[in-house]
């Protein structure tokens, strides 16, 4: 999608550190943001959503963060495990878009032992 | 496993031919959106069918059309196909339409030759 974009192409982690993936957006209209895993040959696997009203939302090992101010969405990986490798894409959706969701090219994750 | 299942797995065809895939949504779930993923790219939104309507399309020309229906399950039929037809075809299920998770089955590859 023209109007989400990734900050890294690939990130390289070694097993047990943090990740941090990074997104930015353009239109401040974006309502609803979600970051989906994709491993090689599926589709893709929800992670965690944020609505535009939040700042930051947690869940197993997982945090979103959003920024509006700058427009700016990342996601943490807490003790980043082998399974973690995969692209994360985020995506960002809107009322006025029908809430098609619109992605980003994706970040590829690989974790190294 | 989300729920949401596509048939077929992988398909060649030749240019010019028609295809046609499906997409069983996640039990409960009224709307099915498509999209189309080129290799190394995030999923491109084509269209959204809520209760057996169209609501909403993405910048796909009118060979790409589709349906959905009584129990939800829900058609991609492309014409005319064309080499850069050549994807990963994402079929997602929500609740409903609006501000609602999207589920997404596993794809279905084309391959036009």
């Known amino acids: 999608g023209e109007n989400v974009g990734l900050h890294l192409p690939t990130l390289s982690v070694q097993e047990g550190d943090n990740s941090i993936i990074n997104c930015a957006y353009s239109n401040s209209a974006s309502d609803y943001f979600i970051w989906y895993k994709q491993e090689s040959g599926k589709g893709p696997q929800f992670i965690i959503d944020?609505?535009?009203?939040?700042d930051k939302r947690q869940g197993q090992r997982v945090t979103v963060l959003l920024n509006k101010t700058v427009k700016h969405l990342s996601l943490q990986i807490a003790a980043t495990q082998p399974g973690d490798s995969a692209v994360y894409f985020c995506a960002e959706t809107r009322a006025n878009s029908g809430y098609a969701l619109n992605f980003g090219k994706g970040t590829s994750l690989l974790v190294t032992p | 496993e989300t729920g949401v299942t596509q048939s077929p797995t992988h398909l060649i065809k030749t240019r010019g031919q028609q295809v046609t895939l499906r997409c069983s949504s996640q039990?409960?779930?009224?709307?099915v959106s498509w999209y189309q993923q080129a290799l190394g790219q995030g999923p491109q939104f084509i269209f959204q069918y809520y209760r057996e309507e169209e609501n909403g399309r993405g910048n796909f020309p009118p060979r790409f059309s589709g349906l959905q229906f009584p129990n939800y399950s829900s058609e991609l039929n492309v014409n005319a196909l064309e080499l850069d037809d050549s994807a990963l075809y994402l079929c997602?299920?929500?609740?409903?339409?609006?501000?609602?998770?999207?589920?997404f089955g596993p794809g279905t590859r084309l391959l036009v030759l």
């Open positions: 039990s409960g779930h009224n709307t």
């Open positions: 997602a299920s929500s609740l409903e339409v609006g501000i609602e998770t999207q589920y």
């Open positions: 944020i609505r535009s009203n939040m």
